[in-house]
């Protein structure tokens, strides 16, 4: 059997997207001591697949429940592969959850949903130089017009790990350094405690991830001595970038998406409304 876990943020056309590709084939209840929903289906033309939609979600800090859960699945018990629904009509606003979940290192595509209502804004998007800049597989769809959904199931299943985007050199250093005091060869993991995640520096976070994706051996939890060596490395970090660990990760992806946001959207009218 093998599990495709369906994210996006709220209103990207998720569960419109769930419904067709799992039909009334759909199980329906709650994730385990919280009330967030949870639903799953067989994929309606083959069986041996199941589609997991997850809560609508922005990030993947562990500020709300939803975020939580979808965290939790994702580093816990990885699926077999990532479809990330984006609004195409808001991409750059997309992309910022699109980065993140690349660097679980899962196998993933990137579905640009609402492609029908591009033409309407003047605008449109190359996807051969979206999918070379982010370097995972992009298939425009319609929930609405059950157009391309098929065959993003079809590319997720034969996608591999995604490639890693690299961020400014002091930043990729400091990451590198982290990867060495940990252990942690996962970017996801590096990345948290570059920024101080809670969840994962108190060793909440599982090995299950690094040992499906990477087979190293991750350890979960850090000593005083780690934990003291990468406030160091931290710290040189946020005065050679002269920002908080926060904010240069949250700089660093959004001049990421800046840049390959201008290079592959292209303005070609001014959208029109027509009232008549
Ligand atoms: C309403 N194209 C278009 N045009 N619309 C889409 C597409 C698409 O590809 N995909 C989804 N939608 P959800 P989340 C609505 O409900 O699946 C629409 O949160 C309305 N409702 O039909 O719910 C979809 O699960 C009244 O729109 O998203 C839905 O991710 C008027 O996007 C909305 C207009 O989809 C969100 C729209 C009473």
């Known amino acids: 059997m093998k599990i495709i876990a369906l994210l996006g943020n709220p209103n990207s056309g998720k569960t419109s997207i769930f419904n067709q590709l799992t039909g009334s084939n759909q199980q329906v209840g709650n994730w385990p001591g919280v009330t967030v929903e949870k639903k799953s289906g067989f994929y309606r033309k083959d069986k041996s697949i199941c589609i997991q939609d997850l809560p609508g979600l922005y990030s993947l800090s562990p500020y709300s429940l939803d975020e939580q859960v979808a965290r939790e699945f994702l580093t816990k018990t990885p699926p077999d592969a990532l479809i990330n629904i ?38 449109k998007i190359d996807i051969e130089k979206l999918s070379y800049s982010l370097g995972i597989p992009v298939v ?6 059950n157009k391309g959904l098929d065959e993003v199931v079809k590319v997720a299943l034969k996608s591999h790990e995604s490639q890693t985007l690299d961020y400014d050199h002091r ?39 690094s040992q499906q994706v990477h087979t190293d051996n991750s350890q979960a939890g850090l000593s005083a001595k780690q934990l003291a060596e990468i406030e160091e490395i931290v710290s040189i970090t ?23 946001v201008q290079l592959c959207v292209t303005q070609t009218e001014t959208g029109k409304i027509n009232l008549t």
């Open 86 to 123: 984006v609004d195409s009509t808001n991409l750059e606003r997309s992309l910022y959850l699109t980065l993140q979940l690349m660097e679980l290192g899962i196998p993933m595509v990137l579905a640009l949903n609402m492609s029908d209502l591009l033409a309407g804004q003047g605008k």
């Open 140 to 145: 425009t769809t319609s929930a609405i017009k």
């Open 171 to 209: 930043l990729e250093g400091a990451l590198s350094e982290i990867g060495k005091v940990t252990g942690f060869t996962n970017r996801f993991e590096q990345i948290k405690v570059f920024e101080g995640d809670k969840l994962l520096l108190a060793g909440e976070t599982d090995k299950a991830l």
């Open 238 to 260: 946020e005065k050679l970038m002269a920002d908080d660990r926060e904010s240069i990760i949250v700089n660093e992806r959004y001049d990421l998406i800046g840049h390959i």
